[in-house]
């Protein structure tokens, strides 16, 4: 006689496939991460929120390179991978921007930070050999980073201001990526050199 599965069983089974079902494998866009158990994370990530630390292995530029030794700039903060396709338009526009606003007298003021998510070092300095950038690169080889900014899609871009609050968050790269990310860098540069004049002024330190 078959004997009939209990209730227990038939539950653990319901369980199982309702997990199956949500984790299950799915589609994923060229240039982007898989869904996974950091997604949820980015609810709790926004503007206004005091950006986690990101640093790594530092595999190009010079230090400093992380987000806590870097803050005081504005900065952006980009995460990345070798096998990232869209990477490979958006990292040269940060170079770009980087080096105008270097330029343009900012070098103390502003930064880029860029923390790659290959599992292997030499994947990334690979990339990089190829594709070099002028700004700090390092490598989140266990990404503790990226579940702390719960990356879920790359290039994910976030605009740190100068209080380490997280002022703008773009998850992948598109045609209007680098003119917004200009306009409002810039945009938070005047502010904090707004608020350095007004404070040399009250104190009496031109």
């Keep these: 006689m078959r004997r009939r599965p209990g209730a227990f069983a038939v539950r653990l089974f319901g369980a199982c496939a309702l997990l199956g079902a949500a984790w299950g494998p799915a589609p994923v866009a060229a240039g982007s991460l898989p869904i996974s158990i950091a997604a949820p994370r980015a609810e709790a990530i926004g503007a206004g929120v005091e950006a986690p630390e990101a640093a790594g292995i530092l595999v190009s530029g ?5 987000v806590s030794r870097l803050r005081g ?7 990345w991978a070798s096998w990232c396709g869209p990477c490979i338009e958006s990292m040269p526009r940060l170079d770009a921007l980087r080096k105008e606003m270097h330029g343009a007298g900012y070098a103390e003021r502003f930064e880029v930070l860029a923390v790659g998510l290959d599992k292997r070092v030499e994947d990334a300095e690979r ?8 700004y700090p690169v390092v490598v989140d080889t ?23 609050t997280i002022k703008q ?11 917004d990310l200009r306009g409002r ?3 938070l540069l005047r502010a904090d050199a707004r608020r350095r004049a ?9």
Excluded: K
């Design 62 to 66: 010079n230090p400093p390179a992380s």
């Design 73 to 79: 700039r504005v900065l952006v903060v980009e995460f």
């Design 127 to 134: 990339f990089l050999r190829v594709r070099p950038v002028s």
């Design 142 to 164: 266990i990404g503790i980073a990226s579940r702390s900014y719960g990356v879920w899609r790359m290039p994910a871009t976030f605009l740190i201001d100068v209080d380490g």
């Design 198 to 206: 007004q404070l040399a002024q009250s104190t009496g330190n031109p």
């Design 185 to 187: 860098v810039i945009g």
């Design 169 to 179: 968050i773009y998850h992948g790269y598109g045609p209007s990526f680098g003119a």
